[in-house]
Every structure is written in structure tokens, then in C-alpha cells.
């Protein structure tokens, strides 16, 4: 398995457009968490989904922002539109169900690092 | 409200020297607690977890309920042990929340 696959690596756009990001989870993980990492802040978890249904998207920072899986093999996070203060790297990562016990560890995609002009 | 807290944003020692990452964290139940490391041009990985209780690459971490504390430590820092380090504690069987990273640089 090529692990988690995320695209694009990196995205330069100008305030006010739309970004979409995309993410491969690894086949046969049922979770998949969308993380924003910026200086200040560290690792943010903006959404996650389970069976391709989301479960809790309490960290997405506005409307602005939407996320979708329409498959267990596919999900977007989606910018519309685009702000400067937007600028992060945003990793998607995918986790299987361990038992009774939830989310097994974390695998994480190599990101994607967007810059808002 | 689950808060994870790595004080300090960049550690640096030299190499042979003692390490130690700090984390804190705020949790009303029983807490899981783990540590992934970024090294450059990676991806973010695990390192250990607190329910193992293993050594991974001479690193150690126990979990203190006591002190809310889940150090981590190593005896011996290695130049390849320059990495980005995140503590992180699981809520509710599927939410993860990440502390704010420590950056390790391990001088020669």
C-alpha cells in the first residue's frame, strides 16, 4: 500500500479563489481525520469522518471550509474562498477500527501546503 | 475541555545530552496518550504510545496521572533525533487532539 496519498504536495493561490484538496485513505481504514498545522498552532483537527459519514466537523473554522467523502477511497476538503490566514499545511490521515476500542493509531499523508496570496 | 500542552516550542541540546519533551494534558476520563515525530521531509509518524510502554529509538514516556504529565524522555540525544515532536491524547475512542509541537535540535 502506498500509504495515504494526498494532492496536490503544494498550492499557490490568490485570496478569494477556491482550493480543493484531495486524499487517498489506506484501503480498508474506515476513519479519516483532516488536520490544518500552522506555527501557532500546531496540529489542528478540523474534521473527521467514519465509514465515509462525518462524525464531527466542530473543528472546521467557518463556512468557508467543507469537507466530503463520497467514497471510502476518496475525500475533499474544500476553501471557498480562499483567505491569506488560510495558509498551513493540511494533512490528512486515515485509521482502521481496533475492536471495541475506536480509531486505532494515526497514518498520516506527506500534506499539503497551501499559500494564500 | 481536552487540551493538550507542549511548552516549549524548540529544545536544543547537544549531542550524548539528556532529552526531555514535555507535555501536559487536561482529560476527565482515562486518558490515552501518544507521541508522533516529524523528521524532516517525513511524514508524521508514531512513536510510541503510553499503553505499550515501550522504548522506540531509546526514547521512553510514562504517563503520570498524578502530574497530568506524559514526558518524553531519552538518556542520549542523537543528531538523528532532530525531528518535530507532537504529543497527542485520544478522546472518545476516535478524536485525536495534538499539543502545539516541540522542535528538537540536536547539536554535534
Known amino acids: 500500500d502506498a500509504g495515504v496519498i494526498q494532492s496536490p504536495r503544494h498550492e499557490v493561490t490568490e485570496m478569494g479563489q477556491e482550493v480543493t484538496l484531495r486524499c487517498k485513505p489506506i484501503?480498508?481504514?474506515?476513519?479519516l481525520f483532516w488536520y490544518r498545522q500552522t506555527m501557532m498552532r500546531g496540529l489542528e483537527l478540523l474534521i473527521y469522518?467514519?465509514?465515509?459519514?462525518?462524525?464531527?466537523d466542530s473543528g472546521m473554522p467557518e463556512d468557508r471550509f467543507s469537507a466530503k467523502m463520497p467514497n471510502a477511497s476518496f475525500s475533499t476538503l474544500k476553501i471557498q474562498p480562499s483567505e491569506p490566514r488560510d495558509s498551513a499545511v493540511y494533512f490528512c490521515?486515515?485509521?482502521?477500527?481496533?475492536?471495541?476500542?475506536?480509531?486505532?493509531?494515526?497514518?498520516f499523508g506527506a500534506g499539503s501546503r497551501l499559500t494564500v496570496l | 475541555a481536552q487540551r493538550v500542552t507542549q511548552p516549549e516550542k524548540l529544545l536544543s541540546v547537544f549531542k550524548g545530552a539528556p532529552v526531555e519533551l514535555k507535555c501536559n494534558y487536561s482529560y476527565s476520563g482515562s486518558p490515552e496518550l501518544f507521541w508522533y515525530v516529524q523528521y524532516s521531509r517525513q511524514r508524521l509518524q508514531l512513536l510510541l504510545r503510553h499503553i505499550s510502554r515501550e522504548s522506540i529509538k531509546g526514547f521512553t514516556a510514562d504517563l503520570n496521572k498524578g502530574e497530568t504529565s506524559f514526558h518524553l524522555k531519552k538518556p542520549f540525544a542523537q543528531e538523528e533525533d532532530s525531528a518535530m515532536y507532537y504529543c497527542a491524547l485520544r478522546h472518545n475512542f476516535n478524536k485525536f487532539y495534538f499539543g502545539s509541537g516541540t522542535k528538537l535540535n540536536v547539536k554535534p
Open positions: 490521515a486515515s485509521s482502521y477500527r481496533s475492536g471495541d476500542s475506536g480509531a486505532n493509531v494515526l497514518t
Open positions: 469522518f467514519n465509514n465515509n459519514v462525518p462524525i464531527d
Open positions: 484501503s480498508g481504514h474506515d476513519y
